[in-house]
């Protein structure tokens, strides 16, 4: 998990660097969440073997919280914010959304599996954030 959401950090970043310089179109930039969206539901449905609602819920929950988190990002860039904290509370409190949502979808085997591969490092550091910021 932890990787997913630092690629999916690092994606979001280089979108918005990579607008800045190469004034990328706004097509050009969803395509390439939604690409990178469809290979963490695809890797999530192999890997934890997701029935066909789950594949649904997953593509769903990824797709709300990814443009979500995008959106509030490029209102933060418009706005001129260069507080790197600030953009990180706003990557953290879309990707503990995302953990809460998997966890609703996920039976207990799943969930399991789901930590191991990242999600509980990812929270725990999300976690230890917020006790630092707090």
Do not use: C
Not at 48 to 60: G, I, N
Not at 64 to 86: C, F, G, I, P, W
């Amino acid at each position: 998990m932890k990787k997913i959401l630092f690629a999916a950090f690092a994606l979001l970043i280089s979108l918005g660097s990579a607008f800045a310089q190469q004034q990328s179109s706004p097509e050009e930039m969803e395509k390439k969440l939604n690409e990178f969206i469809q290979k963490e539901v695809a890797k999530l449905e192999t890997s934890l073997k997701l029935e066909d609602w789950q594949v649904f819920y997953a593509d769903s929950i990824l797709n709300h919280d990814y443009h979500a988190m995008q959106d509030e990002l490029k209102e933060m860039r418009d706005s001129k914010v260069y507080n790197t904290d600030l953009y990180t509370k706003a990557n953290d409190k879309w990707s503990e959304q995302m953990y809460n949502s998997m966890h609703k979808i996920l039976d207990e085997k799943q969930w399991e599996k789901y930590l191991k591969m990242g999600a509980a490092r990812e929270k725990k550091a999300r976690d230890k954030r917020k006790a630092r910021y707090e």
